[in-house]
């Protein structure tokens, strides 16, 4: 027989998500709307990504299809009922960051998370209405640094996400501040909160390694409102991810998961995969040769216009993140070698669960 779960609710912008876990903005294509709606109707918050939505989307659909409009439409899919949605915007991905988040808020989504960056300007793009709006942080600094730059703006953070080293895909942290015992997320957690609690009390959410029940408790325990976890509903049946990508992780060992860096993310931030990645391999061998015919994760060049990927240029020290994590969601896999990017507990992976199943673990009911 089922009990309840003895988590507290967690309750962003007066919504009341029952189960305090939001599961994690995976780009590209693994958090779409199955996963996102299955983890919505268990009581969390359920994710889409916006990276690359619009191939992805247009692909399904057979017609090329927008940003904006592609957002709309993934929000749309992913919502039910008695249930909340968000979708995470990484910063990184700035030429489609301000469409990505009008098509959001168009489509009524229950929260924009966003990180990969600071989102300085995040709460005058498009007025939120009753959209919650939470930054990703990895430090008290950044968040400081986010709420007193919207409080120019006339707006406070809703709620914020702190994330570990540990997490998977980009980290907020240099190469040589991962392993440091400062930046552990129980040691990052105090400032965090109380700097939270100095601009209005808002929920703190932390990221990074949580695997486990007593992992969430243990975190709550310190403080925490809630946790974000990817790897976990990575490897479920509701997630987009391939099915090659899904058995990386599950046969994937602790020596397997390594943070990427010359070659890495053209970025520059530090990138945790596994290394018998096919596109990392390539990398390593300099097998690859530079190509960036998809232009996503550009910066800008001297006139303000995004052309500049180092990806492009040399294939020295960076892999073509796109093309690696297109393939990883089933686009183009056939012609381009697979990205497979995952937290650093994947190696615990040893089936894929329903979201259902991984829900009730993770909430200590059971079955």
Known sequence: MKSHSTLKPL?????????PIIQGGMGVGVSLHPLAK???????LGIVSSAILDRIVS???????NTHDSVFEEVSLSKTKNGFTGINIMMALGRDFVDSVKGALDAGVDAIISGAGLPLNLPVIQPPKDTALIPIVSSARALDIICKK???????????????????GHLGFRIDQVDLESNKLENLLPPVKDLARKFGDMPVIVAGGIYTHADIVKFMDMGADGVQMGTRFL??????????YKQAVVLAKEEDIIVAHRPGSPCGLP???IKQSPMY?????????PKCDKGYVLMKDAEGKYTVCPAKESN???????????????????????????????????????????MNELTGTGE
């Open 38 to 44: 299955a983890v919505a109707q268990e009581g969390g």
């Open 59 to 65: 692909k399904r659909n057979g017609k090329k299809i």
């Open 235 to 244: 490897a479920t049946i509701e997630s987009s991810a391939t099915e090659a």
């Open 271 to 273: 990138f945790r995969v």
């Open 150 to 168: 919207w409080e120019k703006l006339g707006y406070r953070p809703d709620a914020v996400v702190l994330e570990g080293p540990l997490a998977g």
């Open 11 to 19: 309750i962003i912008k007066g919504k009341k998500i029952r189960v």
């Open 316 to 358: 020295e020290n960076h892999f073509c993140i796109c093309n690696g994590l297109l393939s990883s969601a089933g686009y183009n896999s056939d012609k381009e070698e697979s990205l497979f990017t995952v937290g650093t507990n994947a190696y615990r992976v040893d089936k894929i669960l329903s979201v259902k199943t991984l």
């Open 281 to 289: 391999v390539s990398a390593l061998q300099r097998k690859r040769p």
